[in-house]
């Protein structure tokens, strides 16, 4: 089986951490991985060289792609532009498009990094967490949206939160699926006791969690499952949630790793096609210094691997890789402690190859 793999490198430190992940991937298909890579431009980069944040060139190539390597987008110099030339659109643009629902956002903490984390040691060892967050739909996509005169003369916004019922099955059953595959303990995480549409989700998940009798179900509302996360994280397995939810509770839960700089995540549609990329920005401040974190998006391609290339065995063996570097005491900047090696963007990525090839 041969995959096409789409490599979209983006902007700001997008661009150099895409960089040590392709060399990885290079040295897999040296090793008999039958891929093909194909670099495109996309949100920032996408402006400057088609002037739109997901140009034709690279819309066409990730239609045809198995998967997708994303780096990161944004930049200041882009946030003046109309929002629909902005980069971030071409992020979301490429999410809608592609119909890439399930987002998959682990919080796994390495536990030579527990020092890094704000959280007291105790609290965070040993923390393995899943976040499903529902990436097509809710409040991000919801129409009518807008900006709009009113009678009285000032201007008002709106969005629209709306959910199907389809839409909530799907991602509750990609959510029941993974618990089943971990702890088979999943909370949905909504705001029923006000929002009319989280009561349907609530009805859904549940109703859904009828095929799934041996996974244990809970709900919570996103105020309290906010609190909890930083009170007592290791009382979740899976959180299953909206779009808007998800996204702010799972940079809350990247948090309790230590650095965010560590997270990778998929997303994926129906026929698990999938697009990954780190959780994290492309960081401006730092990009071109050469002292980004590389793992997360080294971490992303592990699992690519599992989830869109069936090669679980191989995710598991860049996982490890990169444990045994950290066990080395390879550190960049952003997870630097006391006693260890400060190293940069390339040397982190060298370091991986390196265990890899042991
Ligand atoms: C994320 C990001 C994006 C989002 C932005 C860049 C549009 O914060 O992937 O979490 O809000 O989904
Ligand atoms: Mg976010």
Redesign the pocket.
């Known amino acids: 089986m041969s995959y096409t793999i789409a490599v979209l490198p983006g902007d700001g430190i997008g661009i150099e951490i895409t960089a040590e992940a392709v060399k990885l991937l290079d040295y897999l298909q040296g090793r008999g991985l039958d891929i093909e890579m194909q670099q495109a431009p996309v949100g920032g980069a996408g402006y400057d060289a088609a002037g739109k944040p997901l140009p034709d060139e690279t819309r066409v190539l990730v239609q045809a792609a198995d998967a997708i390597l994303l780096g990161a ?2 930049g200041p110099q882009y946030e003046d532009l109309p929002r629909d030339l902005r980069p ?1 659109r071409g ?2 643009g490429l999410r809608s498009e592609l119909g890439l629902f399930a ?1 998959l956002r682990p919080a796994v903490l390495y536990p030579q990094l527990a020092a890094a984390s704000s959280l007291k040691y105790d609290v965070v060892a040993g923390l393995d967490i899943m976040i499903v967050r529902e ?1 097509t739909g809710g409040i ?1 996509f919801g129409e009518p949206r807008g900006i709009r005169d009113k009678a009285s003369g000032e201007r008002e916004g709106y969005n629209t939160l709306v959910y199907a019922e389809s839409e909530i099955e799907r991602i509750a059953r990609v959510a029941f699926d993974i618990a089943m595959k971990r702890g088979k303990r999943l909370c949905s995480v909504d705001k029923a006791n006000v929002l009319e549409v989280s009561e349907l989700w609530r009805e859904i998940v549940t109703k859904t969690g009828d095929d799934y009798p041996q996974v244990e179900l809970s709900h919570m509302y996103v105020d309290n499952a906010a609190m909890q996360l930083v009170k007592w994280p290791k009382q979740f397995d899976v959180m299953v949630t909206k ?1 808007m939810f998800g ?1 702010i509770l ?2 809350a839960a990247a948090m309790l790793t230590g650095s965010i700089g560590m997270l990778p ?1 998929a997303s994926l549609d129906q026929d698990s096609k999938g697009m990954y ?1 780190p ?1 994290h ?1 492309s960081a401006p401040d730092i990009a071109g210094k050469g002292v980004a974190n590389p793992l997360a998006t080294i971490l992303s391609v592990a699992m690519m691997l599992r989830y869109s290339l069936d090669q679980a065995a191989l995710a598991e063996k860049i996982e490890q890789a990169v444990g045994r570097v950290l066990d080395r005491g390879l550190r960049t900047p952003d997870i630097m402690a006391e006693g260890c090696q400060q190293v940069g963007t390339l040397e982190m990525g060298e370091a991986v190859l390196a265990e890899l090839s042991v």
């Open positions: 987008v944004g971030e992020l979301l987002n990436l991000y779009n996204d799972s940079d995540s990329e959780i920005g």
